[in-house]
């Protein structure tokens, strides 16, 4: 009886392939245990970079990387919380510590507990503040002085389409990706010539995102919606992917990435 031969893991490149688009890349990746953040973890693993893996869930975090491990790529984790300066300054220094350098820091962790301002959730406006904004500036405080030693680095941060078209139920969800959109325009101008910095604004995915809606009527909706036009995280991913594979002279400012099918 014959045996098939084992497959070879994604991200392990035979003699005679060519070398992954990523290969030997440090990336950072917070918001990595679901989602669009798992999924982007997993495409630039298979593309050839180092990850660091940062949230707040450390079961699904080190599920994530032993996966990644498994299929031949590298990866460590570390328990992240964003509304903590001093949990995006000890990722940040994993990678150093780990890999010798950062090449990339992605932004994903956020949140969209999305309400009518007459439901007065204060709890969760500054649960959005502290995560989607500050959560930003901790990230940006952590890897700025990093990059500016290296001369070279890569911001790229998750926004949303909600910042785009303002609708009802989702005004203060919008306030704070634009107020991360603003950032991060001010820093690619503040940046110099050696740093990038990249936001991506994702339209309805895939995710669990609806299920962080308190008002179970904008929960219906948005479940809805995504049942009926979301696209897969990896689409999200794939952008990401493109973004830091360019060219250290070609800096991918804004992507766009909806549905067809949205409006």
């Known amino acids: 009886m014959s045996t098939a031969a084992p497959a070879t893991p994604a ?3 035979s003699p005679s392939s060519p070398t992954p688009p990523l290969h030997g890349k440090v990336v950072a990746l917070t918001g990595a245990s679901s989602g669009i953040g798992e999924a982007t973890a997993l495409l630039l693993a298979a593309r050839g970079a180092r990850l660091v893996l940062g949230a707040r869930r450390t079961d ?5 990387a032993a996966r990644i491990t498994a299929a031949g790529g590298e990866a460590v ?3 992240t919380d964003v509304r903590r300066s001093e949990d995006l ?3 940040v220094a994993l990678a150093g510590q780990r ?3 950062l090449d990339v820091l992605v932004g994903n962790a956020g949140i969209g507990p999305v309400s009518p301002l007459d439901d007065l959730r204060l709890e969760d406006w500054a649960d959005m503040v502290d995560i989607n904004v500050k959560g930003l500036l901790h990230g940006i405080a952590a ?3 990093v990059f500016r030693a290296q001369g070279s680095g890569h911001f790229v941060t998750t926004l949303s389409t909600a910042g785009l078209r303002i609708v009802p139920g989702q005004v203060v969800y919008a306030a704070t990706k634009n107020a991360a959109r603003t950032i991060c325009e001010g820093l690619r101008q503040e940046a110099g010539p050696h740093i990038r910095v990249t936001s991506v604004s994702p339209g309805f995915v895939h995710t669990d995102f609806a299920a962080g809606a308190a008002d179970p009527r904008v929960r219906a909706e948005l479940l809805a919606k995504r049942d009926e036009i979301a696209i897969p995280p990896d689409a999200i991913a ?3 992917g493109y973004a830091i594979e360019q060219p250290a002279d070609v800096d991918v400012n804004e992507i766009v990435i909806r549905p067809t099918a949205q409006s």
């Open 143 to 145: 890897a700025l002085p």
């Open 99 to 101: 890999f010798g350098r």
């Open 89 to 91: 300054a000890a990722l």
């Open 11 to 13: 991200s392990a490149a």
């Open 238 to 240: 794939r952008a990401i």
């Open 77 to 79: 984790t570390a328990r």
């Open 60 to 64: 699904r975090l080190d599920a994530l």
